[in-house]
């Protein structure tokens, strides 16, 4: 066995001995991104598509400075400190090989939590080009059901009153653009990365929304200088496990304190619309359309959505992971008849795409038994997923008459694993969502009150008063409470086809 090499720009060349390093320059004054939310999925997909440009020579000033707006971020930065913003990325396949690479393109790493100032800079500074976040679905302020901006939020309106000081996403990007436009400096493009559809369209909206509150002159500027280009973005990333860092130090020798595991595949579709230049992404496989719409929502109704249709299904059986519950025949036909008979229906035709290949292809990437997704990653915030990926999904084919059956069944599941808090079987389950504590309440009252978790509209919107689907859940939910046998209601589902 290899003793295990700390991992950090001083011990890269030896690293390299062992996987492939990054050959290219990565001072830190090389910054033109500003990334906040650096987690796992931006390590494995922006930063990697970076990394492999900057590998060809190219986009030489474009390197990035990840940010942290939470307490928890501060992990993140003591490894990055650690390890020069160096880590790894592991690639794992289906056959069980897995290929590790070190990846370069993040150069500098940056709190915002204490003092805001350092990172309001260098947003500011005349190199930062784009800005872009990958904050989860949650992170938008927003009303997923009236798609407003959500003022009664308490650090909103501290930044309202002390726009130095801010606290969430929106703060620090009209501090940052104030002080650009007062410097005479063009504005950044701001480029979501997160599960939401038209993304840059409603980040848009959003940061309008507070700016105009906040500074209506600044508003007008961002308005007319600020370009938002709507993307779609796919890659499976999984939680990294203490066996993954083992794995990396004793099979290959290095010792990363918090490598990224992925699958192979990776995707990205952007509109082409930024404020001031932008890397050659498509030199690496990025795809630049006029209209990213059909392909975001063709993610987001079928990965996504299967995802979550597995996660809280397979949660409630007790299967642990996404593999897992492929590899029961009863959860993998469930699944391909929701996509068959539920998403597909509201897609359309999108350009280039063959659906039934990708349906496929999903399938293949979820069976994946190296990656091993687990089912809490997925059904953790469902509160602000399933709105996007699933409910829109029921509220669409209710206004075509369209099959809701297979969906109904996730929503009755959920609400049954929200009250109990545990699986079919009595297992305790994590539940890991902001509105945790307000889904408990509802489910709980679902024996005397069928249609009580439906009733959250921030969540459901109408849908409690769509009568076919209040009388649908209804049956569900009664006969879930009475027998949690998932696979039974499943397989009578598939069965009725």
């Given at each position: 066995m290899k003793i295990p090499i700390q991992l950090n720009q001083e011990n890269l060349q030896e690293v390299g001995s062992r996987m492939p390093i990054p050959d290219y320059n990565r001072e830190a004054d090389n910054t033109g991104i500003v990334h906040i939310g650096v987690g796992g999925f931006h390590r494995a997909h922006q930063a990697y598509y970076l990394h492999q440009l900057r590998q060809l020579g190219e986009a030489l000033d474009w390197g990035i400075c990840g940010i942290g707006l939470r307490e928890a971020d501060a992990k993140l930065q003591d490894i990055f400190n650690k390890q020069d913003h160096l880590y790894t990325l592991m690639v794992k396949h289906s056959d069980g090989k897995i290929e590790p690479e070190v990846i370069g393109s993040i150069v500098d790493f940056k709190m915002g939590t204490k003092d805001p100032e350092p990172v309001i800079a260098q947003m500011a500074h005349a190199n930062t080009r784009m800005v872009s976040l990958t904050?989860?679905?949650?992170?938008y302020n927003f009303n997923p059901t009236t798609g407003e901006f959500n003022f009664d939020n308490p650090d909103i309106q501290h930044e309202l009153k002390h726009p130095q000081d801010p606290k969430t996403v929106y703060g620090f990007?009209?501090?940052?653009l104030k002080r650009r436009r007062e410097a005479g400096l063009p504005a950044f493009t701001i480029l979501v990365c997160d599960n939401i559809e038209h993304n840059g369209d409603m980040m848009r909206k959003m940061l309008g929304t507070f700016a105009e509150a906040q500074d209506p002159d600044l508003a007008k500027w961002i308005a007319q200088e600020v370009s938002f280009p709507n993307s779609m973005v796919d890659r499976i990333t999984p939680v990294t496990t203490q066996t993954d860092i083992e794995t990396l130090a004793q099979k290959y020798g290095v010792k990363d304190s918090w490598p990224v595991t992925c699958e192979p595949f990776i995707q990205w579709v952007i509109e082409d619309k930024f404020s001031n230049g932008r890397p050659d992404f498509e030199k690496v496989g990025v795809q630049f359309v006029p209209d990213v719409g059909p392909y975001e929502k063709m993610k987001l109704r079928l990965l996504n959505a299967g995802h979550s249709v597995l996660g809280l299904l397979g949660a409630l059986h007790g299967h642990p992971t996404i593999n897992a519950c492929i590899e029961d025949e009863v959860f993998k036909n469930y699944l391909r008849a929701f996509l068959d008979k539920e998403a597909t229906p509201i897609l359309g035709n999108i350009e280039g795409i063959d659906l039934t290949d990708y349906k496929d292809?999903?399938?293949?990437?979820?069976?994946?038994?190296?990656?091993?997704?687990?089912?809490?990653?997925?059904?953790?915030?469902?509160?602000?997923?399933l709105p996007k990926f699933l409910i829109a999904t029921i509220h669409e084919n209710l206004a075509i008459g369209g099959s809701i059956k297979f969906a109904t069944l996730v929503i009755a599941a959920w609400c049954y694993y929200s009250d109990k808090e545990a699986d079919q079987n009595g297992q305790a389950v994590e539940i890991i969502d902001?509105?945790?504590?307000?889904?408990?309440?509802?489910?709980?009252q679902t024996k005397t009150d069928p249609l009580a978790f439906i009733r959250q509209e921030s969540i459901f919107g109408n849908l409690i008063r769509n009568e076919r689907f209040t009388k649908l859940y209804s049956e569900v939910v009664h006969k879930m409470y009475k027998d949690p046998n998932i696979k039974k209601y499943m397989r009578d589902m598939i069965s009725i086809e």
């Open positions: 904050i989860t679905e949650g992170g990007l009209t501090a940052a292809s999903l399938l293949e990437r979820f069976a994946n038994p190296n990656i091993k997704d687990s089912v809490s990653r997925i059904c953790a915030e469902s509160s602000a997923k902001a509105m945790s504590t307000d889904l408990h309440q509802a489910a709980e």
